[in-house]
């Protein structure tokens, strides 16, 4: 499994290659646009990241039920 820098690395790259092309060719609305789309994504990767490290337990041996797994994506995304 992917960690999450290398998840998070993956996703700059991407960005930054495309705010790159876009800088070169002097197009700032794109690259402003670029920059917004990229901490929006950065940002739903950051929480399903925390999803899936909810849902695979931190030992193998460790045993969470469906319900406790559940339980805790509720915790995560409870407003307050």
Do not use: C, H, W
């Not at 950065?42 to 319900?67: C, M, N």
């Amino acid at each position: 499994m992917r960690t999450r820098d290398r998840v998070l690395k993956s996703l700059e790259n991407i960005y930054r290659g495309a705010f790159t092309a876009a800088e070169d060719a002097g197009e700032g609305k794109a690259m402003e646009q670029l920059d917004l789309e990229y901490q929006r994504d950065q940002l739903e990767l950051e929480v399903l990241l925390d999803i899936r490290d909810l849902l695979i337990p931190e030992k193998p041996d460790a045993t969470t039920s469906l319900l406790e797994k559940a339980q805790n994506i509720r915790k995560l995304t409870k407003l307050r």
